[in-house]
């Protein structure tokens, strides 16, 4: 089956800094890829479509200037977390769409944020 | 609004039968999906319903009944490795996925 790849798996930084997590789909192009969101014990919040080589489309609520989604190839998105407060500590999952079924969504194994 | 309700946790016994139900609200329906998320990693895709009826795959199936807006998962002989939490999905007429907020299944030896 189809595999997305992220990195980091974990990732601790310090509140101010950014941190970017990668997405790639290493065995399949992605024209579109998607950015969710998990608090524990919480369904997953879409946060943003990503499709490649235009702008994300972002969920209401999501700030564009702080979840920075770019989306430059067909096999990979990155998510960058601008100045990273301990309130975005979370765990981020990515999906992308397999053009051969492009209603299944593969995920990615997700990227647990912690900022300190 | 748009809506998917599913229990919050449900428990069953190792080698026994459990349904997880599923009932949405959307806005259009483009099909159903159930993934499984084991504690700290991502969904796995189980199955996607999108005409009504049951679709069986190995231990689980799915049902769908699309004028009741009602969905279920039937697992058949629990295995302890099941016990995840169960995430039910409706495609809505934009082609976005609207989520449940999952189902912890406990299994029990």
């Known amino acids: 089956g189809a595999v997305v790849s992220q990195h980091p798996s974990r990732v601790i930084c310090k509140s101010g800094t950014s941190v970017k997590i990668e997405c790639r789909s290493l065995?399949?192009?992605?024209?579109?890829m998607f950015w969710y969101r998990q608090f524990p014990k919480q369904s997953l919040m879409l946060m943003a479509t990503?499709?490649?080589?235009?702008?994300?489309?972002?969920e209401q609520g999501v700030e564009k200037d702080k979840f920075l989604i770019n989306h430059a190839s067909l096999t990979l998105s990155t998510l960058t977390v601008t100045s990273a407060h301990p309130e975005d500590s979370s765990f981020y999952i990515c999906?992308?769409?397999?053009?051969?079924?492009?209603?299944?969504?593969?995920f990615g194994p997700g990227t647990r944020l912690t900022v300190t | 609004g748009q809506n998917i309700d599913q229990p919050t946790e449900m428990t069953a016994t190792e080698g026994a039968i459990v349904q997880i139900n599923c009932t949405y609200q959307?806005?259009?329906?483009?099909?159903l999906f159930w993934y499984q998320q084991h504690a700290g990693e991502a969904p796995t895709f189980l199955s996607y319903?999108?005409l009504d009826g049951l679709e069986e795959k190995g231990r689980f199936s799915s049902f769908l009944s699309r004028s009741k807006g009602y969905s279920y998962l039937l697992l058949k002989e629990l295995q302890m490795k099941d016990s995840a939490s169960y995430l039910c999905?409706?495609?809505?007429?934009?082609?976005?996925?609207?989520w449940g907020a999952g189902t912890k299944l406990i299994i029990k030896p």
């Open positions: 959307t806005s259009g329906f483009n099909g």
């Open positions: 999906s992308a769409l397999s053009g051969l079924n492009s209603y299944e969504q593969y």
């Open positions: 990503s499709n490649e080589g235009s702008k994300a489309t972002y």
């Open positions: 319903n999108v």
């Open positions: 999905a409706v495609m809505d007429s934009n082609y976005q996925l609207i």
């Open positions: 065995d399949f192009q992605a024209t579109t």
